[in-house]
């Protein structure tokens, strides 16, 4: 038999002795309410016991083994740090409501009796609530001070808390993320939640080749950045409660970590703007570091391509930017020099115009 199947039973025989012992004084109650009544003790008794009976029968899981069960799944599912800062909140939270319920005790009966109770379980609950849900913060918070209380010991200067950036699917499936790192430009710790981390391995399990190839791609970029010693990457179990989509739980969580998303998804970006989330985008910084040539510069490409215009030629820069040459089909499979005639930049990036010398 299950566990439910037996609370079940337990609950039909407590609940069923509990109407057994108050079965009397009901039909006393009954009885004064209205007498002559047409039922007598026994027939009270009887029916209070059945009914309390299937009551207890019904109830009696929802008051003892499905809460225990989500307790533990929660106790589970949750980390460490979680555990111990709801703990520590739990603490702080009864230390401060018994300290409220004394004046409390003073009030008129019987709110002298119930509001002690009351605020130390309500307290408790926000207590819990709060340490677990900013647990981060209050660890940044711990950690800053007694890094300053060393430091002041030291006679050094304090050090700021490191950085927390969010990194998004799209940045780690993209890659170039794992040269940036190695570059040393991104300074702070890279903070991978875990739902970020789901949708890749869902990616990585699609039934399309494509997709199932870049996530997989990304599974090993996060295990290449796991293992750099530039940059720290943590994987979080901090999540946003009642937002299903990954973009909107990225945003979210952002503002609650006051950090900024790296990502280079473009609805992304524009989403987190608009409500004033930081974003660091991996083709802005592409983007940036592409060589900058003027027009009149002369340069030697190699053309590879047809242009869509008549007589036009193709070619594209280390960097990947596409480079149209007035003139150039003549010289296709050919390396030669081509002076800068116009830059166009758009959306995709930058054009580059040019024409053979």
């Known amino acids: 038999m299950s566990a439910i199947f037996i609370s079940r039973l337990v609950g039909l025989l407590v609940f069923g002795l509990i109407g057994v012992f108050t079965g009397a004084p009901i039909h006393d109650l009954l009885l004064t309410l209205a007498n ?7 027939v009270v008794v009887a029916i209070t016991a059945v009914v309390f009976a299937l009551l207890g029968f019904l109830i009696t899981p929802w008051i003892s083994i499905k809460p225990f069960n989500a307790l533990k799944k929660l106790f589970t599912r949750a980390a460490p740090q979680v555990l111990i800062s709801g703990l520590v909140g739990l603490v702080i939270s009864l230390i401060i409501g018994g300290l409220v319920a004394y004046p409390l005790s003073f009030l008129p009966q019987p709110f002298g009796a119930i509001m002690p ?3 130390v379980v309500v307290l408790g609950y926000l207590g819990v609530t709060l340490f677990t849900t900013r647990h981060e913060d209050f660890a940044n918070l711990f950690r800053s001070v007694s890094q300053r209380m060393g430091t002041r010991a030291k006679n050094l200067p304090p050090q700021e808390p490191q950085r927390k950036i969010l990194v998004d699917t799209s940045a780690i499936i993209d890659g170039r993320i794992a040269d940036i790192v190695k570059t040393g430009f991104l300074g702070g710790e890279l903070v991978v939640p875990k739902f970020v981390l789901n949708e890749l391995q869902f990616v990585s399990d699609s039934a399309d080749g494509l997709r199932r190839q870049r996530g997989r ?9 796991q293992h750099n010693d530039l940059v720290p990457v943590t994987i979080s179990d901090v999540d946003v409660e009642g937002v299903r989509e990954v973009d909107d739980r990225l945003v979210v969580l952002a503002r609650q970590m006051n950090a900024p998303i790296l990502t280079n998804d473009y609805n992304l970006n524009r989403i987190a703007e608009i409500q004033g989330v930081e974003v660091l985008n991996v ?3 592409a983007n940036a570091v592409k ?5 009149g510069e002369t340069f030697e490409i190699r053309v590879i391509q047809e242009g869509k215009e008549f007589n036009q030629g193709v070619g594209y820069l280390e960097d990947g930017t596409m480079v149209v040459i007035e003139n150039g089909q003549r010289y296709l499979e050919r390396s030669i020099p081509v002076t800068v005639t116009k830059i166009l930049q758009t959306s995709a990036g930058r054009m580059i115009f040019a024409r053979p010398e």
Do not use: A, M, Q, Y
């Open 291 to 295: 060589v900058i040539l003027l027009p």
């Open 283 to 285: 083709n802005d910084l």
């Open 217 to 225: 791609r990304g599974i090993e970029v996060l295990t290449e950045l």
């Open 117 to 119: 109770i009351i605020g």
């Open 36 to 42: 002559p009544f047409p039922l007598t003790r026994g």
